[in-house]
T-cell receptor, first 112, second 115 residues
Framework: AQSVTQLDSQVPVFEEAPVELRCNYS??????LFWYVQYPNQGLQLLLK??????LVKGINGFEAEFNKSQTSFHLRKPSVHISDTAEYFC??????????FGTGTSLTVIP | GAVVSQHPSRVICKSGTSVKIECRSL??????MFWYRQFPKQSLMLMAT?????????EQGVEKDKFLINHASLTLSTLTVTSAHPEDSSFYIC???????????FGQGTRLTVV
């Protein structure tokens, strides 16, 4: 069975400061890894994904994430956040089939 | 990437009535679509897998008779909340997964409020 753990439910950070949102997963098979962002009353938008190859993945809006197989982690980072980054962030895994498994989400609040 | 359109974005209905939510894949033929439910400040919970031309597969604990799913074509899946009650109020999101699970595209979501 697969599971996704987002360790931080809420992360407040000052504008222009760096941020890291943590994600760990559990799976007995190889997985694809994703980070999605959700703004209020909207669907999910893909930030970035790891399928294979380089473990450092760059996404939209200046976000990046690093896949660490030994630690089964896929933490999301941004060196300098903006007010517009305030949103809910979800980590997800897919096991190559059709089903996605989501973490519980991290609410990022950027403080002016 | 695939564009998924969900309609309506918001709906308010009276308790006891039924509400239909549509999920359309605009540029991709989807034999499978997924329906999620999201409570405030919580993650997406998979409700059911919609299969074109056959019965939907429901997750454990989801009432098949309350949440009717129809996937009559490769571009349209509908979720009907029957005899809605206030506890059915939630955010419902559909998705289309492509590339053997290498990406998922989501509809804009539907905010259902039952009064």
């Amino acid at each position: 069975a697969q599971s996704v753990t987002q360790l931080d439910s809420q992360v407040p950070v000052f504008e222009e400061a760096p941020v890291e949102l943590r994600c760990n997963y559990s799976s007995s098979v190889s997985v694809y890894l994703f980070w999605y962002v959700q703004y209020p009353n909207q669907g999910l938008q893909l930030l970035l994904k790891y399928l294979s190859g380089s473990t450092l993945v760059k996404g939209i809006n200046g976000f990046e994430a690093e896949f660490n197989k030994s630690q089964t982690s896929f933490h999301l980072r941004k060196p300098s956040v903006h007010i517009s980054d305030t949103a809910e962030y979800f980590c997800a895994v897919s096991v190559g089939g059709n089903q996605f498994y989501f973490g519980t989400g991290t609410s990022l609040t950027v403080i002016p | 990437g695939a564009v998924v359109s969900q309609h309506p974005s918001r709906v308010i209905c009276k308790s006891g009535t039924s509400v239909k939510i549509e999920c359309r894949s605009l540029d991709f033929q989807a034999t499978t679509m997924f329906w999620y439910r999201q409570f405030p400040k919580q993650s997406l919970m998979l409700m059911a897998t919609s299969n074109e031309g056959s019965k939907a597969t429901y997750e454990q604990g989801v009432e098949k008779d309350k949440f009717l799913i129809n996937h009559a074509s490769l571009t349209l899946s509908t979720l009907t909340v029957t005899s809605a009650h206030p506890e059915d109020s939630s955010f419902y999101i559909c998705s289309v997964n492509v590339g053997g699970g290498t990406e998922a595209f989501f509809g804009q979501g539907t905010r259902l409020t039952v009064v």
